[in-house]
């Protein structure tokens, strides 16, 4: 990420919310800063879900706050202009200026897209980020979504979710045939290849889908926003770890046609609120994990169970074949992937000796 225009832009929004406008500098011209925009913001998430919900309501108004009222942003959950997994049409079509979603909802029409959300056994949450906004991530994300009349941002962070929720226990790889399990994305892929069948249900139809026995198993986010769909009540085993989505991130994404018609200290201050929201989900995701996994484990009817190492490395060794095909079928694909991978390899020497290490002598019992 460009750093000089983040500070330079950081500035500039000073400048016009705290001291009036600063003369000196670029495209702060009387017109310029008393223009105002009104702009609508589609999201794929239910009303008031925390996290990612709520999330994108702080982000709309910390935009307007920064910029003194003059980029206002209404923001509609899933469904109520466009469908929930519209988002991208939506904000390339320019119904909607701004978006927020998962990059993986569009996989059938940017496959590499999916790198901006979660590669099984890929980055986590903090190395999702060094690689952004260090390694030029964000960079190569523009100009994959150039094409597209697009600018996007990532805008938050789950951080590792869980394996999901079973009814069936999962003791050997031979459990997973046969397996009917709700899991979208790349892990879907995994999971089929490993026996199980991929099922697409949305959100609000987990819980019954689950109770009903129509499907076996299911994965959502994680203990915070599991609790709130009550899943514990519709399936025993919840297992762990989310091994497909280690740090699934959420894109802002931009009509670059909206995006030109801001100046620049106004789009500065959607990029800098986009970067500090990025920090305020995963921030709130890790405090409600701890809340909500506290809960779940006094309740009786529930089983937290890892999944076994065989099946683990089974579902990486399909993980690795499904990436490395797609890389071969997709050129984006491919970059991305060569310019994660060294980084990958480098962090794994390095996590080894500080979380995971430091981990392991926090936690009692673990070492
Ligand atoms: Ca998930």
């Given amino acids: ?89 939506a904000v390339r079509s320019g119904t909607a200026q701004m978006g927020h979603d998962a990059s993986y909802y569009h996989r059938g029409k940017v496959p590499a897209a999916q790198y901006f959300t979660a590669i099984p056994f890929g980055l986590n949450a903090n190395e999702m980020n060094a690689w952004l906004y260090y390694g030029g991530g964000v960079e190569l994300w523009q100009e994959l979504y150039a094409d597209f009349g697009l600018v996007p941002f990532p805008a938050g962070q789950t951080g590792v979710q869980m394996a999901g929720w079973f009814n069936k226990e999962i003791n050997t790889v031979d459990d997973l045939k046969g397996l009917k399990m709700r899991i979208p994305g790349l892990g879907g892929e995994v999971m089929q290849r490993a026996g199980a069948t991929q099922v697409t249900v949305p959100a609000s ?17 994680g203990p915070y926003n599991d609790l709130s769909l009550g899943l514990h009540k519709a399936a025993r085993y919840y297992y762990y770890p989310g091994w497909h989505e280690p740090g699934p991130l959420l894109e802002c994404i931009i009509n670059k046609e909206a995006w030109d018609t801001l100046p620049k200290d106004l789009q500065a201050i959607v990029e800098v609120c986009c970067q500090a929201i990025n920090l305020d989900i995963q921030a709130e995701y890790i405090w409600g994990n701890a809340q909500a996994l506290h809960e779940l484990k006094q309740d009786s009817t529930v089983e937290l169970r890892e999944f076994p190492a065989d099946v683990l490395r089974l579902l990486e060794k399909h993980s690795s074949d499904i990436v490395n095909e797609l890389s071969e079928r997709d050129p984006w694909a491919k970059r991305l992937q060569d310019s994660v991978t060294p980084f990958l390899q480098k962090s794994n020497e390095n996590q080894r000796v500080s979380e995971y290490s430091f981990l392991k002598a926090r936690i009692p019992g673990e070492s």
């Fill in 1 to 89: 990420m460009k750093r000089r225009e983040f500070v330079g832009g950081l500035a500039l929004a000073a400048g016009v919310t705290a001291c009036g406008p600063d003369k000196s500098a670029e495209n702060s011209s009387a017109a310029s800063t008393s223009q105002t925009f009104s702009w609508n913001l589609v999201t794929s998430w239910p009303p008031g879900l925390p996290g990612l919900g709520l999330g994108v309501e702080n982000l709309a108004e910390n935009i307007e706050r920064a910029s003194g009222g003059r980029l206002k942003i209404r923001v509609y959950a899933g469904g109520e202009l466009v469908p929930a997994l519209e988002v991208f049409d």
């Fill in 205 to 221: 139809e987990i819980f019954t889908s689950l109770q009903t026995g129509a499907i076996d198993a299911a994965e959502w986010v």
